[in-house]
């Protein structure tokens, strides 16, 4: 039976491993970080594409428990006017699997719980630092190294390791790097704010006249939004030190001028908000070698603005899988994957590229999606996208 390293113990690393489960092939997930996630405060959606390949696999479920619906979108510009309203992409499901609003760190947990009841083993404080292909008279295998001195060996490693992926240079050293868009993407959650009016199931976006906001009501009346905010790029270690407080001025400032509730809601947040930078990739030319692979974000970024980068990774665990049962050695499975995939996630990536323009620009115009941190009204209604499925 095959064995698969994946590296990266994030949401494409637990759904891959879960799809490779289904399609007979054992795997093995080892995660850098000590206990699990990152970016621990950022909130994204999960939409109907995202879910129905979660349901191949049979792991919807929990995702669906732990979220809420996001039904519409209704967009006002920076005089407080309303521009319009629509149904969000998905919504017009009907089954359940419309679009769902959740915490990143809740998604990685549900996740890694369903993972964890099938059996799958997660090593964590395991940091890729190298692998290479060896032949042995069964044929080729990998082996992974890891910076605390430890290895593992298996019949493929699949990079599941994100933006800033070690499988990806391994893969192929001339990798292009990821390119900062021009913005900072801030978090914020709120339980202040009662007397602001939103509506149920909604996401407001504002085009203010310095930057973009978006926000929702959770079930519960807490208000979480974001904001994408034009800067220069800051230092991913020194990022998350900066205080909060610095945060929730520098942003309700840049929307005192407007007529909306943006500048209310931020100046009502306390200490829980988070900033990050945002990235993409344009094109990644080496997606695998004979015995490596990479998948998400790893293989193909967006910037937040599209909304889709955990729904685009969902569905290449599935796909990947899929290809692995269906073909007699890895390479083949890989251009087969690589096949069904590229066109679609960098079609993804431009279009997410088109929208933090627009946003950027602050002309209300029509988006397709204006937003910020895998949030909002994912691209329009437009099928191609959300409409996606998965023959297993």
């Known amino acids: 039976?095959?064995?698969?390293?994946?590296?990266?113990?994030?949401?494409?690393?637990?759904?891959?491993?879960?799809?490779?489960?289904?399609?007979?092939?054992?795997?093995?997930?080892?995660?850098?970080?000590?206990?699990?996630a990152d970016d621990v405060g950022a909130f994204l959606t999960v939409f109907a594409n995202g879910l129905e390949a979660l349901r191949v696999i049979?792991?919807?479920?929990?995702?669906?428990?732990?979220?809420?619906?996001?039904?519409?979108?209704?967009?006002?510009?920076?005089?407080?006017?309303?521009?319009?309203?629509?149904?969000?992409?998905?919504?017009?499901?009907?089954?359940?699997?419309?679009?769902?609003?959740?915490?990143?760190?809740?998604?990685?947990?549900?996740?890694?719980?369903?993972?964890?009841?099938?059996?799958?083993?997660?090593?964590?404080?395991?940091?890729?630092?190298?692998?290479?292909?060896?032949?042995?008279?069964?044929?080729?295998?990998?082996?992974?190294?890891?910076?605390?001195?430890?290895?593992?060996?298996?019949d493929l490693l699949i990079g599941a390791d994100g933006l800033h992926s070690v499988t990806r240079t391994l893969i192929d050293p001339a990798a292009p790097r990821p390119r900062y868009t021009g913005q900072n993407t801030v978090c914020g959650y709120t339980r202040d704010a009662a007397d602001v009016p939103l509506s149920p199931d909604t996401y407001t976006m504002i085009f203010g006249k310095r930057a973009f906001f978006g926000c929702t009501r959770a079930p519960d009346g807490e208000v979480w939004w974001f904001a994408n905010v034009p800067g220069t790029e800051l230092d991913r270690a020194t990022l998350p030190a900066t205080p909060p407080d610095a945060w929730r001025t520098r942003v309700a400032e840049l929307f005192a001028d407007d007529d909306t509730v943006a500048a209310t809601l931020v100046r009502a947040t306390g200490d829980r908000i988070i900033a990050s930078n945002a990235y993409d990739i344009a094109t990644t030319p080496t997606w695998h070698t004979d015995t490596m692979v990479v998948l998400g974000d790893a293989a193909h970024a967006a910037a937040p603005n599209a909304a889709q980068g955990a729904s685009m990774a969902i569905e290449d665990g599935v796909v990947l899988a899929r290809c692995l049962r269906d073909r007699p050695d890895p390479?083949?499975?890989?251009?087969?994957?690589?096949?069904?995939?590229?066109?679609?996630?960098?079609?993804?990536?431009?279009?997410?590229?088109?929208?933090a323009k627009l946003t950027a620009s602050g002309t209300p115009g029509r988006p397709s999606r204006p937003g910020g941190s895998e949030r909002g009204d994912g691209a329009g209604t437009d099928n191609w996208l959300t409409g996606y499925r998965i023959d297993w």
């Open 331 to 355: 390479r083949s499975a890989f251009r087969a994957y690589e096949k069904l995939r590229r066109d679609r996630v960098e079609k993804v990536v431009a279009a997410s590229a088109g929208m």
């Open 1 to 36: 039976m095959t064995k698969a390293l994946i590296i990266g113990g994030g949401i494409a690393g637990a759904v891959t491993a879960m799809a490779l489960q289904k399609a007979g092939v054992t795997s093995e997930v080892f995660e850098a970080y000590p206990t699990g």
């Open 58 to 154: 049979d792991a919807h479920g929990p995702v669906v428990g732990h979220s809420f619906p996001a039904r519409r979108v209704e967009f006002y510009g920076n005089d407080g006017a309303r521009l319009g309203e629509r149904p969000i992409a998905g919504t017009e499901q009907g089954d359940g699997l419309g679009p769902r609003t959740l915490r990143r760190a809740t998604l990685y947990q549900v996740l890694h719980a369903e993972a964890a009841r099938r059996g799958i083993p997660v090593r964590h404080g395991k940091r890729l630092v190298g692998a290479e292909t060896v032949g042995t008279a069964g044929g080729k295998r990998v082996v992974a190294g890891f910076a605390d001195g430890s290895s593992a060996e298996g």
